[in-house]
């Protein structure tokens, strides 16, 4: 059966070929505004009655368009992270792109193989969510996109030379650690994976600028099985790195066995702040398993905000991401690079706030004084 085209479509429609084309060929192209609404919902309706698609490989060597952002995702499946991508999904077929996701997390062979295959489906624009898991160096990233001349906008990560937003880790996670530390708590540890990324340094930062505000020492990184001294009035802090890893889509397993050891020494911790959700909820299920009491004997809080954390038999403390407000302004960054190409020495970055929600795990101090008088 032949194949429809353009040009039977503005036949049946008595409609130029060149109106046809600007309508179907590039749907966020300038001159389709000229248009009215009628006439561009009369020829689409025309080309999806005569089984009208697409030949995006044609419309490239036509236009040099594909019309494709693409979302290059390194993070790992969760609830947060799924978020993401849901979010700049509808975003990007608002704005009229088609959106191509690549799961480029399992990607083991020849990184710059990887890259130069991305650049053939010659994307109009490149979202990276989660860069810090790149398979090759970011000099080479930041050298591929200038010379290919695609936009591109990192979402969570730095990649030099490129425009990048991001939220907050630093200051909830410094509120979180002065709310524990006023409530009397001597003996508080951070824990976080032990990975170079900025929200993990952010979240290392908080912990410490709260300590040190206290009068504490500036906490040393230690392994799971780290134990605190006896001295109970003496402020003591740490930072746990753990180098466990999931094996499968929500595995809690390796979660557990962290929290397990770093729980399972003689002078534990009495407040335990995680660097996400997953570790926040395995700390809830081990203390129950143990015996402790939350949070009377040990505070929780997590960070990521997953929906179960309201739902918890103790409601979980936890950190609020701006994830529609993040996903807005990479977009808005992105196709402002598309629509008007410009090269800068300095990309821009653009910080969102994050906001601590505070729940029964670990309980906001003034809060707590006022329901007790």
Same mark, same amino acid.
């Given at each position: 059966?032949?194949?429809?085209?353009?040009k039977?479509?503005?036949?049946?429609?008595?409609?130029?070929?060149?109106?046809?084309?600007?309508?179907?060929g590039?749907?966020?192209h300038p001159l389709?505004?000229?248009f009215?609404?009628?006439t /561009?919902?009369? +020829?689409?309706r025309? %080309? @999806? !009655?005569l089984?009208y698609y697409?030949?995006?490989? $044609?419309?490239i060597l036509r236009t040099?368009?594909?019309?494709?952002?693409?979302?290059?995702?390194?993070t790992?499946?969760?609830?947060?992270?799924?978020?993401?991508?849901?979010?700049?999904?509808?975003?990007?077929?608002?704005?009229g792109?088609?959106?191509?996701?690549?799961?480029a997390?399992w990607?083991?062979?020849d990184?710059?193989?990887?890259?130069?295959?991305?650049?053939g489906?010659?994307?109009?624009g490149v979202?990276?969510?989660?860069?810090?898991?790149?398979?090759?160096?970011?000099?080479?990233?930041?050298?591929?996109?200038?010379?290919?001349?695609?936009p591109?906008?990192?979402?969570?990560?730095?990649?030099p030379? /490129?425009?990048? +937003?991001?939220?907050? %880790? @630093? !200051?909830?996670?410094?509120?979180i650690?002065a709310? $524990?530390?006023?409530?009397?708590?001597r003996?508080?540890a951070?824990?976080m994976p032990?990975?170079?990324?900025?929200?993990?340094?952010?979240r290392?930062?908080g912990?410490?600028a709260?300590i040190?505000?206290?009068g504490?020492?500036?906490?040393?990184?230690?392994?799971?099985?780290?134990?605190?001294s006896?001295?109970n009035?003496?402020?003591q802090?740490t930072?746990?790195l753990t180098?466990?890893r999931?094996?499968?889509?929500?595995?809690?397993?390796?979660?557990m066995?962290?929290?397990d050891?770093?729980?399972?020494?003689s002078?534990?911790?009495d407040?335990?702040?995680?660097?996400?959700d997953e570790?926040a909820f395995?700390?809830?299920?081990?203390a129950?398993?143990?015996g402790?009491?939350?949070p009377e004997e040990?505070?929780?809080?997590?960070?990521d905000?997953?929906?179960?954390?309201a739902l918890?038999?103790?409601s979980l403390?936890?950190i609020r991401?701006?994830?529609e407000?993040l996903?807005m302004?990479?977009?808005d960054?992105?196709i402002s690079?598309?629509e008007?190409?410009?090269?800068?020495?300095?990309?821009?970055?653009?910080v969102?706030?994050s906001?601590?929600?505070?729940?029964?795990?670990?309980p906001q101090y003034k809060?707590?004084?006022?329901?007790?008088t």
């Open positions: 059966m032949r194949q429809v085209t353009q039977d479509i503005s036949k049946e429609l008595g409609l130029s070929q060149s109106t046809v084309a600007l309508i179907l590039i749907p966020h389709r505004k000229k009215k609404a009628e /561009i919902e009369m +020829v689409e025309k %080309a @999806k !009655e089984g697409t030949n995006s490989n $044609a419309r040099r368009r594909s019309n494709l952002i693409v979302i290059l995702n390194f790992p499946p969760n609830e947060i992270n799924g978020r993401k991508v849901y979010q700049l999904g509808q975003l990007i077929h608002e704005a792109y088609t959106c191509r996701v690549i799961e997390r990607w083991s062979g990184a710059r193989l990887f890259m130069e295959q991305l650049m489906l010659h994307p109009e979202i990276m969510l989660g860069a810090a898991q790149l398979p090759v160096s970011n000099k080479h990233i930041e050298e591929l996109f200038t010379r290919q001349r695609t591109v906008v990192s979402l969570g990560e730095d990649i030379g /490129i425009p990048v +937003v991001y939220h907050d %880790a @630093k !200051e909830p996670i410094r509120q650690t709310e $524990a530390i006023r409530h009397g708590r003996r508080l951070l824990l032990a990975d170079d990324t900025r929200q993990m340094r952010q290392a930062a912990f410490q709260a040190l505000e206290a504490g020492l500036l906490p040393e990184k230690h392994s799971l099985d780290y134990s605190f006896s001295e009035d003496k402020l802090s930072i746990l180098t466990f999931p094996s499968s889509f929500q595995d809690f397993s390796p979660y066995a962290a929290i050891q770093a729980l399972g020494v002078e534990p911790p407040t335990l702040i995680c660097a996400n570790f395995s700390a809830l299920a081990v129950r398993k143990r402790v009491a939350v040990l505070f929780v809080s997590g960070f905000e997953m929906a179960c954390g918890s038999e103790i403390t936890t991401i701006p994830i407000e996903c302004a990479t977009m960054m992105l690079q598309i008007k190409p410009q090269i800068t020495m300095f990309p821009e970055v653009r969102f706030p906001e601590v929600i505070w729940r029964e795990s670990c809060r707590a004084q006022i329901e007790t």
